[in-house]
């Protein structure tokens, strides 16, 4: 069993950056790969990017390359997403999720998730 728990979220202007950082419990959070999803309101929830268990393979969705970058401390047992030059369409609740598939990109894949965190960004 892993509980997770996103902060970090808020309002931001387009062009400025946030942070978030999801903090897990529970054990054998280093046997889990990592995800980070999305939801705006009236859309489905979108895979936005993720990391395996050691952190050698990281995955993001075409929208956000070159501009967010996870990365995760086992020891810590956290998985960040910095989130750089953001834009009005990256507006959404943002949600940490644990799994252990290979089907990094579909919800279907991870098996715990957070609660989720704001992003808005204004234009």
């Known amino acids: 069993q892993v509980q997770l728990v996103e902060s970090g979220g808020g309002l931001v202007q387009a062009g400025g950056s946030l942070r978030l950082s999801c903090a897990a419990s529970?054990?054998?959070?280093?046997?889990?790969?990592m995800g980070w999803f999305r939801q705006a309101p009236g859309q489905e929830r979108e895979f936005v990017a993720s990391?395996?268990?050691?952190?050698?393979?990281?995955n993001y969705v075409d929208s956000v390359k070159g501009r967010f970058t996870i990365a995760r401390d086992n020891a810590k047992k956290t998985v960040d997403l910095q989130m750089n030059s953001l834009k009005p369409e990256d507006t959404a609740v943002y949600y940490c999720?644990?799994?252990?598939?290979?089907?990094?990109?579909?919800?279907?894949?991870?098996?715990?998730w957070g609660q989720g965190t704001q992003v808005t960004v204004s234009s």
């Open positions: 999720a644990a799994g252990r598939s290979d089907n990094y990109y579909s919800s279907s894949g991870y098996d715990y």
């Open positions: 529970g054990r054998f959070f280093s046997t889990y790969r």
């Open positions: 990391i395996s268990y050691g952190g050698g393979s990281l």
